[in-house]
């Protein structure tokens, strides 16, 4: 488990992290998500040993990483690119990596496999595209085998396929009992893969918890457009619906698809839309980075 307390960091009269409390759990993913100047990456540094906090605790299964008998073993990292050598063989990087971390060489082909690098495995890494780049480094983090995975942006660079890959890989890892703490500007495609989010503004927390929680009743919510507004409205509220309007459509909470459909059959008013609404994490996103 990954769990901050009060943590904060200060740069003279700036707090780049200000009293921020979080936790992400084992067999979870969780989605760590802020602004540019957020303090999203000053957070993880302190959780990787690399900063150190003001104040507060940065934890790793109750310990601070540096504490940590064996951190590389325990805890995989995606912090930066351009990781390796330029001039090293993606090979001879992993096979490098392996001995700093105390681990087998015996890992090496197989997590190039596992990554989609065998055919580029003897290529000079700075030949290699971003993409390749990225998931070198996801190599990187699991040659240990870790239980926990910190993840800044693993998905710069990569193609559709290679995103899928990535959310098959960071699944896996969850349900396989490991603990995912990834950061990505990529929304859409987060909110196909976690099943937390912690978002952060001006270093301070603004939400942690289910994603489903953060959509809230939004996650039900019809959008209905038909020949006679008022009508329909009676009629849902009628049937136990909420009803509100974005001045298109109206919205209506409580009611399926097909309690809806039925209601306005009934009272005989034609409708042209009905839909439901898919909850948008980019909106719910900035709405909260601004404090809203």
Do not use: C
Not at 121 to 146: F, I, K, N
Not at 215 to 231: E, F, I, K, T
Not at 271 to 285: G, T
């Amino acid at each position: 488990m990954i769990e901050t307390d009060e943590l904060t960091k200060a740069y003279r009269k700036v707090r780049a992290v200000d009293g921020l409390s979080f936790a992400a759990q084992a067999g979870r993913v969780t989605g760590f998500l802020g602004l540019n100047g957020s303090g999203k990456t000053t957070t993880l540094r302190m959780l990787l040993g690399l900063t150190r906090p003001t104040s507060g605790a940065a934890l790793i299964d109750g310990k601070p990483f540096t504490e940590l008998s064996n951190p590389l073993r325990k805890v995989g990292a995606v912090l930066e690119q351009g990781i390796s050598h330029p001039g090293q063989s993606g090979r001879a990087h992993l096979v490098a990596q392996a001995m700093l971390a105390g681990t087998g060489k015996d890992r090496v082909d197989l997590l190039l496999d596992q990554v989609g690098l065998t055919d580029a495995a003897h290529q000079r890494t700075g030949d290699y595209s971003l993409g390749m780049r990225q998931r070198l480094a996801v190599a990187t983090a699991l040659l240990g085998e870790p239980e926990v995975l910190i993840l800044d942006e693993p998905a710069n660079g990569l193609d559709p396929e290679g995103i899928a890959w990535l959310r098959g890989l960071l699944r896996a890892h969850a349900e396989a009992g490991g603990t995912v703490l990834i950061s990505s500007h990529l929304l859409a495609e987060l909110a196909q893969l976690i099943d937390d989010a912690v978002i952060i503004a001006h270093g301070k927390l603004r939400y942690s918890g289910p994603l489903d929680d953060l959509y809230g009743s939004a996650a039900g919510r019809l959008r209905v457009r038909g020949r006679d507004p008022q009508v329909l409205w009676r009629v849902f509220e009628e049937a136990g619906g909420k009803v509100g309007t974005d001045g298109a459509a109206l919205e209506v909470d409580g009611l399926s698809a097909e309690d809806a459909g039925e209601a306005a059959f009934a009272a005989g008013v034609p409708i042209y839309e009905l839909s439901a609404d898919v909850p948008n994490l980019e909106l719910l996103f900035l709405e909260l980075a601004a404090g809203r």
